[in-house]
């Protein structure tokens, strides 16, 4: 739990200020202390909606998960975590989110929270906003009028097709974009829909539709996750753009070894590249500073495997994990391949 709180502090590092409410918590290994101006202690917990749960020895937080809630209730001023997932809610209305401007974190996942629901505006105006997560709902676009403040935003598996044009601009501080499992083709992760994500640290686009790799990601992208798409080639230099990428997934796609250009992988940033379960029939270029390389259930053959060897010795010194079970190679011969790595710890054949 206090992974989420970074205001409750360990207790014997903590003088009660006589000014302000010292409430002791006792957790099963933790005692904490938190504080608040009594006045807004009282606020909060006596704005309490009775469909929540609102701990006194946690004010900031207000629990209204799993409770069959149809609506928002009205969500009291001192709100910085709340809780609405696993419920039933349709809209988000400005009503209900009127006084809680302080909200950090807002979890309102598993909801049947469609794009009209959301009222206009409700979102921006959380103004401290900084982990909205909206995994498992019913959204077909990216919401617009996200506020500023946002780090991480969270839409896994809704139905999205869309990221309307501007969308992110001015989301300078958000890192971490999740839109697995959505609907998104081609034609929607483009350089004009991306625009403005000037801080994204990792973004996940697997289980889409996309058949290309996705247009206009921004050059701070260090994870991308594209898993179980249908991309069928990478085109060359496609990772100039990305200089920071250090973790690349591509399992579960389409890729055959004429859809990747020779020197494409060959980005000295990249520490693990995943090439599961595609087409190959090769084992492309790799980095010389790879850490891991996932090509298992492809189609390469013993040939190349044996072509490896000194390969992989020479080009990819660091490599320590490597999987190539579930291609065309016939023991004994790979065998070989272990005693040549240096680093190796783990191979899968
Ligand atoms: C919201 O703020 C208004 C004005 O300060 C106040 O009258 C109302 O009781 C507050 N509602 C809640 C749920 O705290
Ligand atoms: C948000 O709710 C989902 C759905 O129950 C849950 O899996 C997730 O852990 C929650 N996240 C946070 C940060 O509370
Ligand atoms: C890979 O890139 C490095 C640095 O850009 C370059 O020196 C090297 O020749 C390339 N490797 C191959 C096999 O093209
Ligand atoms: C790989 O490197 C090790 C250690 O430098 C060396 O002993 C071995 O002969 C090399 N194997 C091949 C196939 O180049």
Redesign the pocket.
């Known amino acids: 739990m206090s992974v989420?709180l970074p205001s409750l502090r360990q207790y014997h590092h903590q003088a009660i200020d006589s000014g302000y409410l010292g409430l002791v918590l006792s957790f099963n290994l933790c005692v904490c202390v938190y504080d608040m101006p009594y006045e807004d202690f009282m606020a909060q917990i006596q704005a309490c909606p009775r469909e929540c749960h609102c701990p006194n020895n946690f004010p900031n937080a207000v629990y209204c998960?799993n409770k069959g809630l149809k609506t928002i209730p009205q969500i009291p001023p001192y709100t910085w975590y709340l809780?609405l997932?696993?419920n039933q809610i349709e809209g988000v209305s400005a009503d209900a989110l009127r006084n809680a401007t302080q909200l950090r974190?807002l979890?309102l996942?598993?909801n049947k929270i469609t794009n009209e629901g959301l009222e206009e505006g409700v979102l921006g105006k959380l103004s401290h906003l900084v982990?909205l997560?909206m995994?498992?709902n019913l959204l077909t676009s990216i919401p617009s009028g996200l506020p500023s403040s946002l780090e991480q935003l969270r839409v896994s598996r809704n139905r999205i097709s869309k990221i309307p044009a501007g969308v992110f601009s001015g989301l300078d501080r958000l890192n971490l974009l999740d839109l697995q499992g959505n609907k998104l083709m081609d034609d929607a992760v483009t350089e004009v829909s991306m625009k403005g994500l000037n801080n994204l640290v990792q973004i996940n686009l697997a289980k889409n539709q996309l058949s290309s790799m996705p247009l206009g990601l921004p050059p701070t992208t260090t994870q991308l996750f594209l898993d179980g798409n249908n991309i069928e080639k990478i085109p060359a230099g496609y990772f100039k753009g990305l200089p920071k990428v250090a973790f690349l997934r591509l399992n579960r796609n389409k890729l055959g070894s004429d859809g990747i250009p020779k020197n494409v992988f060959n980005v000295s940033s990249i520490l693990d590249l995943q090439l599961s379960h595609n087409q190959l029939t090769e084992v492309p270029l790799i980095p010389s500073g790879l850490e891991h390389l996932h090509l298992d259930h492809n189609k390469i053959k013993s040939k190349s495997a044996e072509a490896l060897d000194g390969y992989i010795n020479d080009s990819a010194p660091r490599l320590r994990y490597l999987r190539l079970d579930g291609n065309e190679i016939k023991p004994p011969i790979p065998r070989d391949i272990i005693v040549c790595f240096r680093l190796l710890t783990s191979i899968v054949i």
Do not use: E, I, L
């Open positions: 989420y998960d809780y997932q696993n974190w979890n996942s598993r982990h997560y995994d498992d």
